[in-house]
């Protein structure tokens, strides 16, 4: 295997993959709408392609001799979680038609079960993972835990807002964690047609990060319930806000699957806090 497509190369997640990937040896090819904002955000060393995962014959072009990809797909609502995971994941399983044993591999959630369906991420995701099994490609689906890196979003004008009850304990992950066992799993020819499990090695309730956040960095940290999220989101038209309102009371709700098989990362929250950049307060 040599070359390897990244679908949402330049995001949050998506960034630290491609990075990983191109450091441990692979051609990696960047699909994006926009290549040269793909370019001033990554910078040299990537085959840089345009396409778009809605645009059918884009796709087929930009895919061409491609050894694997890698979907790092996301959303805010219920239309945009559809459109991206599961119409998102039928046409690139339909650009590689042709090509039955190109490894196509995806982002999921901790969160993807059939039992945590009410969340309408947890449930396209669950339903992509499904199409790639069904679709006879060998496939990857890796289910970390939240994201270390997703802290610095809750800052606002110096302060950190809580959104929420916050009593379930989060084995939080970091991105760079994340990104080297994807490229772990590449690497092992044996690691095929699996959903793998990604937690931190430490624990912390969303509360006690945010705290431990603000602390460092000098901040306050405030409480905001999540109705009250919801109503603001609503009356704004923010469905990001509306989509965290909803997912915080969710996982509030249910807390995270822990299965037995769990590979789990080193770096601990509060390490991370410690070496994390002043965030923008803007």
């Known amino acids: 295997m040599k070359t390897i497509a990244i679908i949402g190369g330049t995001g949050m997640l998506g960034a630290p993959v491609a990075e990983q990937l191109k450091q441990d040896g692979y051609q990696v090819r960047i699909l994006s709408r926009n290549i040269d904002n793909a370019r001033q955000q990554l910078g040299d060393g990537f085959d840089y392609q345009q396409a778009d995962i809605h645009d059918l014959p884009s796709l087929k072009r930009a895919l061409k001799d491609v050894d694997a990809v890698h979907l790092n797909l996301s959303g805010h609502s219920k239309q945009s979680y559809y459109a991206s995971h599961?119409?998102?994941?039928?046409?690139?399983?339909?650009?590689?038609?042709?090509?039955?044993?190109?490894?196509?591999?995806?982002i999921s959630s901790?969160?993807?079960?059939?039992?945590?369906?009410?969340?309408?991420?947890?449930?396209?995701?669950?339903?992509?993972?499904?199409?790639?099994?069904?679709?006879?490609?060998?496939?990857?689906?890796?289910?970390?835990?939240?994201?270390?890196?997703?802290?610095?979003?809750?800052?606002?004008?110096?302060?950190?807002?809580?959104?929420?009850?916050?009593?379930?304990?989060?084995?939080?992950?970091?991105?760079?964690?994340?990104?080297?066992?994807?490229?772990?799993?590449?690497?092992?020819?044996?690691?095929?047609?699996?959903?793998?499990?990604?937690?931190?090695?430490?624990?912390?309730?969303?509360e006690e990060a945010l705290a431990r956040y603000a602390q460092h960095h000098g901040l306050t940290l405030q409480r905001m319930p999540a109705w009250v999220a919801s109503t603001i989101g609503w009356l704004t038209r923010d469905e990001v806000l509306m989509d965290?309102?909803?997912?915080?009371?969710?996982?509030?709700?249910?807390?995270e699957k822990a299965p037995l098989d769990v590979i789990k990362t080193g770096t601990s929250v509060l390490d991370w806090i410690k070496s994390s950049p002043s965030p923008q307060v803007a």
């Open 110 to 206: 901790a969160m993807a079960y059939p039992e945590f369906n009410d969340r309408w991420d947890n449930h396209y995701k669950w339903e992509a993972e499904q199409l790639l099994k069904a679709s006879g490609h060998p496939y990857l689906a890796f289910l970390p835990s939240w994201f270390m890196e997703t802290l610095p979003l809750f800052v606002q004008k110096n302060k950190v807002t809580l959104i929420g009850p916050s009593t379930r304990p989060i084995h939080w992950v970091s991105a760079k964690d994340y990104a080297q066992e994807v490229s772990k799993a590449y690497q092992n020819p044996e690691c095929r047609n699996q959903r793998l499990s990604i937690f931190g090695c430490s624990t912390l309730t969303m």
């Open 244 to 255: 965290i309102a909803n997912l915080m009371t969710h996982y509030d709700k249910h807390g």
């Open 86 to 106: 599961v119409q998102g994941t039928k046409n690139v399983i339909q650009a590689l038609k042709e090509r039955p044993d190109t490894l196509i591999s995806m």
